[in-house]
């Protein structure tokens, strides 16, 4: 899992609360439990005009022109910015798989479904979760090419104007991201009393580990 430090990253708005996972990613996409390649299908039915599917080459299927994400000012944007319980729905782990693959480090929205809030932390994503109003700030100074700074070690936002803007996040979770911690990670740290525990319970229980 990549590690969130700091990041000054190019903003993409969507305007919209109560965004669903199947919205993020459709249901016909969760055959796959690889991590990867679920970039292209990031908001599908609202990034193309035709239905798609798994394995589909998506550099030719006709984009929505209108949509936020096909606009060119907002190519290589790494914060996305939102409305109000972002993730709700099913609490399918390839919803933060998409984001990610796409190329988002953070969320920006005022609340965010509890599981897809969990989720996002385990894949290296970090949701920030800021009051409504501040949230509504945000939206009206954004223009094509407005970029934020976050800096996760200090809990700040900073704005183009040099405004600092403080969010919490949970002492755990931030080591985690910090250091690029996903659950194997974190259990793989302690290795070696894993290992001696193996060998004790070898010498006990040797039946257990005949093949």
Same mark, same amino acid.
């Given at each position: 899992?990549?590690? &969130?430090?700091?990041?000054? +990253?190019? /903003?993409?708005?969507?305007?919209?609360?109560?965004?669903?996972?199947?919205?993020?990613?459709?249901?016909?996409?969760?055959?796959?439990?690889?991590?990867? +390649? &679920?970039?292209?299908?990031?908001?599908?039915?609202?990034?193309?005009?035709?239905?798609?599917?798994?394995?589909?080459?998506?550099?030719?299927?006709?984009?929505?022109?209108? &949509?936020?994400?096909?606009?060119?000012?907002?190519?290589?944007?790494?914060?996305?910015?939102?409305?109000?319980?972002?993730?709700? +729905?099913?609490?399918?782990?390839?919803?933060?798989?998409?984001?990610?693959?796409?190329?988002?480090?953070?969320?920006?929205?005022?609340?965010?479904?509890?599981?897809?809030?969990?989720?996002?932390?385990?894949?290296?994503?970090?949701?920030?979760?800021?009051?409504?109003?501040? /949230?509504?700030?945000?939206?009206?100074?954004?223009?094509?090419?407005?970029?934020?700074?976050?800096?996760?070690?200090?809990?700040?936002?900073?704005?183009?104007?040099?405004?600092?803007?403080?969010?919490? /996040?949970?002492?755990?979770?931030?080591?985690?991201?910090?250091? +690029?911690?996903?659950?194997?990670?974190?259990?793989?740290?302690?290795?070696?009393?894993?290992?001696?525990?193996?060998?004790?319970?070898?010498?006990?229980?040797?039946?257990?580990?005949?093949?």
């Amino acid at each position: 899992m990549r590690a &969130f430090t700091q990041i000054t +990253g190019l /903003v993409a708005p969507i305007d919209r609360a109560n965004i669903d996972t199947d919205a993020i990613i459709p249901k016909q996409f969760l055959k796959s439990i690889r991590r990867s +390649g &679920f970039g292209p299908y990031l908001f599908d039915e609202w990034r193309y005009l035709d239905r798609g599917e798994p394995d589909m080459d998506c550099s030719t299927r006709p984009l929505n022109e209108h &949509f936020i994400l096909n606009r060119s000012e907002y190519q290589g944007a790494e914060i996305l910015l939102t409305r109000e319980n972002f993730g709700c +729905g099913s609490s399918r782990e390839h919803a933060p798989w998409a984001l990610e693959d796409f190329g988002f480090r953070a969320i920006i929205a005022p609340s965010f479904a509890d599981i897809f809030y969990n989720n996002c932390f385990k894949n290296g994503l970090l949701p920030i979760a800021l009051p409504a109003a501040e /949230v509504d700030s945000l939206f009206q100074e954004l223009v094509p090419g407005y970029r934020l700074t976050i800096d996760l070690a200090a809990q700040t936002i900073t704005t183009p104007a040099g405004r600092a803007i403080r969010f919490d /996040v949970d002492e755990t979770r931030k080591y985690r991201l910090l250091n +690029g911690l996903d659950d194997i990670a974190l259990s793989l740290q302690h290795a070696d009393k894993i290992r001696e525990y193996e060998a004790k319970r070898a010498k006990r229980a040797p039946w257990l580990f005949t093949n």
